[in-house]
């Protein structure tokens, strides 16, 4: 599964400053697209996606707004050490 990209800082960067390891050395999965395992330079963490919701537009003929998200940021739900093998 390759890695999803918000708008503004990929999950890699946040994570290598997060974990303080280059973004080369993580490996990243996710199971539902909801919640990200980061796991590198002996530590590992669970990022989840947030999104502010944005009014990108308003339908002229329904007069309904159109929105989408935006803003997005990852967020450390949780990080510790791996476990040693």
Known sequence: ???PAPPKVP??????????CPAAQL???SDDDVLWSVRGC???GFYE???AQ????VSMAAQVPITSS??????LTTGRRAPKR
């Open 54 to 57: 944005c009014l990108d537009a």
């Open 27 to 29: 490996h990243i999965t």
């Open 11 to 20: 999950l890699s960067q946040r994570a290598s400053i997060d974990f303080k």
């Open 1 to 3: 599964m390759s890695e």
């Open 49 to 51: 996606r947030r999104c």
């Open 70 to 75: 935006c803003d997005c940021q990852w967020i």
């Open 42 to 44: 002996n530590k590992y």
